[in-house]
């Protein structure tokens, strides 16, 4: 069976580029989740479903995984299951054998190098953006805030305001951190 593993980093953005590409796919699992590890409830899912035989093909490494360790051991589990694994953007199959692990490492490293060379370059950005004084950072969500600390105020845990919310974790302490030096 050729199943297909589509991934975008969160719910707004679109998957149809993606989806294009794996048109030939039997059965798509798609995530609209970080791929900064491998908790991811359709990657998980696809895992458990594939078999002996079955091709899994993904447009792009980084769809897969963001770093090396992860994507190496989601390739081990594959590979060891009897599958095997197809980029699209790179025009490569992998199997079990020495040199797929080879250049899947070397893949792995670049795609790691590439997303630490954009991150530096934001990070720059984002500096320079300041000094002009033209960067405030993320726009202040009112609604969102108001929901947060409704919650929080009526002794609700932060996990469950996130879950409550629709937000993460880190979001709910930002303001709660915030609420708290307002007072």
């Known amino acids: 069976m050729n199943i297909g593993y589509i991934r975008v980093s969160s719910k707004e953005q679109n998957t149809e580029r993606q989806e294009q590409a794996l048109s030939m796919c039997e059965?798509?699992?798609i995530d609209k989740v970080s791929g900064k590890n491998t908790e991811?409830?359709?990657?998980?899912?696809?895992?458990?479903?594939l078999r002996n035989g079955d091709v899994l093909t993904v447009k792009s490494v980084d769809r897969l995984a963001r770093n090396t360790r992860d994507l190496l051991a989601i390739l081990d589990e594959l590979l060891a299951l009897g599958v095997t694994v197809r980029f699209l953007d790179n025009s490569m199959e992998?199997?079990?054998?020495?040199?797929?692990?080879?250049?899947?490492t070397m893949l792995g490293a670049v795609g790691e190098l590439e997303r630490s060379f954009i991150r530096q370059r934001q990070q720059e950005g984002i500096a320079l953006a300041k000094e002009k004084g033209v960067y405030n950072g993320r726009p202040k969500d009112d609604e969102l805030r108001k929901k947060v600390v409704g919650y929080l105020n009526r002794g609700?845990?932060?996990?469950?305001?996130?879950?409550?919310?629709?937000?993460?974790?880190?979001?709910?302490?930002?303001?709660?951190?915030?609420?708290?030096?307002?007072?």
């Not at 991811?40 to 479903?49: C, E, H, V």
């Not at 992998?94 to 899947?104: E, G, K, Y």
Request: glycine share 4%.
């Open 94 to 104: 992998f199997s079990d054998n020495p040199t797929s692990r080879f250049m899947i």
């Open 40 to 49: 991811r409830p359709q990657l998980q899912q696809m895992m458990s479903a």
């Open 156 to 183: 609700i845990k932060p996990d469950e305001v996130a879950k409550l919310c629709g937000c993460g974790r880190a979001t709910v302490f930002r303001i709660k951190k915030e609420t708290a030096s307002e007072d």
């Open 27 to 29: 059965r798509l699992y």
